[in-house]
């Protein structure tokens, strides 16, 4: 008993030296690290790219992208970090604490742009870089959106691929999209185009339902097999983002039915090989995924060194060439559509 | 005077304090900047309303209970909020409709655990869906925004040099520091924990008293709740998500016992810094939020293993 009263009291008192220790060379170390910072400072730029979501195959294979640009100009440190829980208000509290440590640019893409748009602003007024990429934020608290392709565009192309890989139905056939969260910006917008676009252009389609998937793969699984129970006819799915398009066309494809149920939308080429494969898939829409983040770290720079001032209208972007700039938004291009043919030479 | 320093010695407030003291050594040595008294002081504004819920919590613990449905009464209590806002009522009276919902929750909780004899875990398990499947039902997910800048003043502003929301938390803890020491209260909140029949049969209104502290812990989550909305200026049916886990996890580790009767709020203060404190440093200097969780894992396991042995030697001197 006496012994490990002892040892006990050995552990207190070295935590305790080692806490005088510490505290003693804190200051030390902070006149070294400010004086060496000092000399560096010089042209090092450092950026913060905050995804939605970290550990998403769509938003590493960005990164990947962001990564290679830093690389190319040479005076940028890329920090890739964002809430591996997709919480928005981490998101918030995040982009609070990089402004904190003085970061240059902070290029995010939010999960939810109110949640997160007091501290974009805060960051904002301590002369901190802000702007949006993937998604768009709350127009006054960002300098630009780096947008991978217009709502327009994207809307439409799911719209035309569902109706090409239906065979353009020449009765009512009946659809339904599988979303991220039903307050997902992004989404809502793509969503809006798609029922005007469907309207217009293929009357033939008709929308029954949209069910959000919460950006959990089982949910989406779930929520489609209930969809296709209580529409015994439907013809068509539409998993509209990363998440909820695999977990839509698992769903058909354990329901077997392969080929009678077309499933497209928005994901990474990887995560949907197998149902493009296998038919479940015939046409996988998205943008290159590793440009957008090329693309977002070089406008990040630019911003950062000057070269980019507010009412420009169009952007040199290194290897990816001029692209324009049409009211805040710098546009990547037009979408890319994956199919049996093409997957395999995409690797993300 | 030796026992009594030995007493103080075997407190596991103390082991919390040396844990802390050496946290904030080694913080300051691996990143200076991070120490300072203004990075501190707004990164303290991502703690306040874990901290504020866990007064009452620790209570609730004290007693041998536990409130699971916290996150889910500020979910409810925001949407209360917000949507009453959003339909023209004046702020200061939405806020005021937000603090009496919450406090309906609780009193709802205390009254299912006191006279329906259900136990806590069980019906805060159920409440904890119940309140937010109504707040993500009334509000069909749809945010609310556009609160006037003067209200973001209580989730974001400062006064004398301390945020808004600091000054709230250390009034409701001197308030019950007050009520836990001077009063027969907190006599009566520890003997509840340690053996509720024989406190019944001492006269005490054992009953009384836990629908008391459970609506208390409602009320307080709607003022987080309150706060939380302010400071992101956002009313969300996902607000508060996860937080009772954050809650009671700072409560544990501040060395409150989760079969009640022991522990203190100052233990749960130093539990709520150090979680706090680790939080915001692990992902300041590794800038990886993944390595969060495996922090505080670590953290949890270590001031529970040490508290044990803590135990232990106390009860044989």
């Known amino acids: ?348 | 005077m030796k026992q009594r320093i030995h007493h103080i010695l075997w407190q596991p407030e103390t082991f919390l304090a040396l844990l802390v003291a050496s946290l904030f050594g080694l913080m300051g040595q691996l990143d200076p900047a991070f120490i300072q008294w203004h990075v501190q002081r707004e990164l303290s504004t991502h703690a306040w309303e874990l901290a504020i819920i866990a007064i009452p919590m620790t209570l609730v613990i004290l007693t041998g209970g536990i409130d699971l449905s916290v996150g889910a009464i500020m979910s409810l209590t925001a949407i209360t909020l917000g949507m009453l806002f959003q339909s023209g009522c004046p702020l200061p009276l939405a806020c005021l409709a937000a603090l009496l919902a919450g406090i309906l929750c609780g009193a709802l909780n205390g009254w299912f655990i006191t006279r329906m004899q259900v136990h806590p875990l069980i019906i805060t398990l159920a409440t904890m869906a119940a309140y937010r499947g109504v707040a993500e039902g009334i509000s069909r997910a749809r945010p609310v925004s556009g609160f006037p800048s003067s209200f973001a003043w209580l989730g974001q502003g400062l006064w004398l040099g301390i945020p808004v929301a600091g000054w709230l938390f250390l009034g409701l803890l001197v308030v019950m520091l007050w009520m836990m020491h001077a009063r027969s209260f907190g006599t009566h909140v520890y003997a509840i924990g340690l053996n509720s029949t024989a406190t019944r049969f001492s006269g005490i209104r054992v009953d009384r008293m836990l629908l008391a502290i459970y609506t208390f812990s409602g009320g307080v989550s709607a003022l987080a709740a309150i706060l939380l909305v302010a400071r992101r200026n956002t009313a969300k049916a996902d607000m508060g998500m996860g937080m009772e886990l954050g809650v009671i996890t700072a409560v544990v580790i501040g060395g409150v016992s989760i079969f009640g009767g022991r522990g203190s709020l100052l233990g749960t203060c130093l539990g709520i810094l150090l979680i706090h404190e680790t939080r915001e440093f692990v992902s300041w200097h590794w800038n990886r939020d993944e390595l969060n969780l495996l922090a505080l894992g670590a953290l949890l396991i270590l001031s529970v293993v040490f508290q044990k042995l803590l135990r232990h030697k106390r009860a044989t001197p």
Request: aromatic share 6%; charged share 20%.
């Open chain 1, 1 to 348: 008993m006496k012994n490990s009263t002892r040892h006990y009291l050995s552990i207190a008192i070295l935590l305790a030296s080692i806490t005088a220790f510490l505290g003693a060379c804190a200051p030390s170390p902070s006149e070294s690290s400010s004086k060496t910072s000092g000399e560096e400072s010089g042209r090092k730029i450092t950026i913060c790219l905050i995804p939605k979501k970290k550990g998403l195959p769509y938003f590493t294979s960005c990164a990947a992208g962001a990564q290679e640009a830093a690389k190319d100009l040479g005076n940028v440190e890329l920090i890739y970090d964002g809430p591996t829980d997709g919480s928005p208000d981490k998101q918030a509290s995040m982009i609070e604490q990089y402004t904190l440590k003085g970061v240059d640019v902070i290029a995010v893409s939010p999960n939810d742009p109110d949640v997160v748009a007091p501290a974009m602003r805060k960051a904002r007024a301590k002369g901190v870089h802000v702007i949006a990429w993937d998604a768009d934020a709350v127009k006054d608290a960002r300098a630009f959106f780096v947008n991978q392709a217009s709502a327009k565009a994207i809307a439409h192309g799911m719209v035309d691929t569902m109706a090409n890989d239906l065979g353009n139905p020449s009765v009512k056939t009946e659809v339904a999209i599988v979303t991220a969260y039903l307050t997902a910006a992004n989404q809502n917008i793509w969503i809006e185009h798609m029922k005007t676009h469907m309207a217009s252009e293929h009357p033939n389609l008709s929308l029954v339902a949209i069910k959000p998937s919460d950006e959990d793969q089982k949910l989406a699984f779930k929520v489609t097999q209930d969809i296709m129970k209580a529409y015994p006819e439907i013809k068509g799915f539409f998993g509209i983002s990363s998440v909820s398009f695999p977990g839509a066309a698992e769903a058909v494809r354990q329901a077997k039915k392969t080929g009678q149920i077309m499933v497209t939308g928005l994901a990474t080429p990887n995560s949907m090989k197998s149902y493009v494969k296998d038919g479940t898939v015939k046409s996988v829409v998205l943008w290159n995924t590793a440009e957008l983040g090329y693309l977002t770290v070089q406008v990040a720079e630019a911003l950062a060194t000057g070269k980019l001032t507010d009412g420009a209208s169009s952007f040199d972007a290194g290897k990816l060439g001029e692209k324009k700039i049409e009211d805040d938004h710098v546009l990547l291009g037009d979408i890319l559509v994956f199919n049996k043919d093409n997957i395999d030479a995409y690797d993300f």
